[in-house]
């Protein structure tokens, strides 16, 4: 079974623009979160969907957005770039069971932003 | 709130040495616990988790990890060393129900010398 695939994997953009990133997840996996990690705040959450809805939000600016399609690929979206925003961002799929109870989450190589 | 503590940042080792990396959290139910590691410009590569049942559990590349609830803590062991472990660890909580938000600690980066 194929992983999570992020797209693309590099990324330069300079101050002021706005960026979109795209993540495939695990075949049959319903649920897609997103995290930003960057050396000096680390792995930060920055929000989860499932069934194309969030389900859950970080603590981010809003900025930064996402949705999820109905084949529970997802993108995130930064508009108007600061230095600050340069970081690696993952995407991570889980199936996400109805049970509620927290699932394995698997994630992605990541996309490496850049912003100049 | 949940929180993760991972009290060592970097941890240098020689090769087929033992390995503890520690981990603690902070969590008022049963937690969800999960150990990842990360190689540079790589993403996340689960090792092992824990959810319910015995708490030593076994995980991928040789490693395991113990639940103590009396201690809130659930540490990395490796009986012996790898070169190719070096990278870094993360330790990470479930956040709550509902959700399958993982709240991290800060990682300890390992380094092993031949």
């Known amino acids: 079974k194929a992983g999570v695939t992020q797209t693309p994997r590099y990324l330069i953009k300079t101050r002021g623009q706005q960026v979109t990133l795209s993540c495939s997840p695990i075949?049959?996996?319903?649920?897609v979160s997103w995290y930003q990690q960057t050396p000096g705040q680390g792995l930060q959450f920055l929000f989860e969907?499932?069934?194309?809805?969030?389900?859950n939000k970080g603590n981010f600016p809003g900025r930064f957005s996402g949705r999820q399609f109905s084949n529970s690929r997802s993108e995130m979206n930064v508009s108007t770039l600061e230095l600050g925003d340069s970081a690696l961002y993952l995407c991570?799929?889980?199936?996400?069971?109805?049970?509620?109870?927290?699932?394995?989450?698997?994630f992605g190589p990541g996309t490496r932003l850049t912003v100049l | 709130a949940q929180s993760v503590t991972q009290p060592d940042i970097h941890i240098t080792v020689s090769e087929g040495a033992s390995l503890e990396l520690r981990c603690n959290y902070s969590?008022?139910?049963?937690?969800?616990l999960f150990w990842y590691v990360q190689s540079p410009g790589q993403g996340l590569q689960l090792l092992l988790k824990?959810?319910?049942?015995?708490?030593l559990v076994q995980g991928i590349k040789g490693f395991e990890a113990e639940f103590k609830r009396s201690q809130s803590s659930f540490n990395l062991r490796k009986p012996s060393v790898h070169w190719s472990d070096a990278a870094e660890y993360f330790c990470?909580?479930?956040?709550?129900?509902?959700?399958?938000?993982?709240?991290f600690g800060t990682g300890t980066r390992l380094q092993v010398f031949p």
């Open positions: 991570a799929s889980s199936f996400s069971s109805f049970s509620g109870d927290t699932d394995t989450q698997y």
């Open positions: 075949s049959g996996h319903r649920s």
């Open positions: 969907y499932f069934s194309e809805t969030q389900r």
């Open positions: 969590y008022g139910a049963t937690p969800y």
């Open positions: 824990y959810f319910s049942g015995d708490t």
């Open positions: 990470a909580v479930g956040a709550s129900y509902n959700t399958d938000k993982l709240i």
